[in-house]
Nanobody, 130 residues
Framework: QLVESGGGLVQPGGSLRLSCLVSGSTLDYYAIGWFRQAPEKEDARDRE????????????DIADSVKGRFTISRDNAKNTVYLQMNSLKPEDTATYYCAALSGSSALALFCATGWNANYWGQGAQVTVSS
């Protein structure tokens, strides 16, 4: 349903753009979000919400922890949601996931934690290292 791409190895200070391709249509879902799971976190419930966006209106919500460095956007014609990551730091190293929320309820919970996500992608590794 959701396929992430664009991960890889980047030097500190560098940039990456992750893509989340949605099978079907992004408009099948109310919102798409980006999350990450640090290497030391084994529980999926410890995933950190980074950014989410409503698919129809394109209203973004960026977590304070990455605000000013990460942005989220969507291209409904391409059924893709992007996470642009700038000024990357070693502590940004993690597996990055996109997830989809089908309904409009509990959007804030979804954006912060992903606990009520309906679908998850398989994840993309991002390593920030010199």
């Amino acid at each position: 349903q959701l396929v992430e791409s664009g991960g890889g190895l980047v030097q500190p200070g560098g940039s990456l753009r992750l893509s989340c391709l949605v099978s079907g249509s992004t408009l099948d879902y109310y919102a798409i979000g980006w999350f990450r799971q640090a290497p030391e976190k084994e529980d999926a419930r410890d995933r950190e919400g980074l950014a989410c966006i409503t698919t129809r209106d394109g209203v973004p919500d960026i977590a304070d922890s990455v605000k000013g460095r990460f942005t989220i956007s969507r291209d409904n014609a391409k059924n893709t949601v992007y996470l642009q990551m700038n000024s990357l730091k070693p502590e940004d190293t993690a597996t990055y996931y996109c997830a989809a929320l089908s309904g409009s309820s509990a959007l804030a919970l979804f954006c912060a934690t992903g606990w009520n996500a309906n679908y998850w992608g398989q994840g993309a590794q991002v390593t920030v290292s010199s």
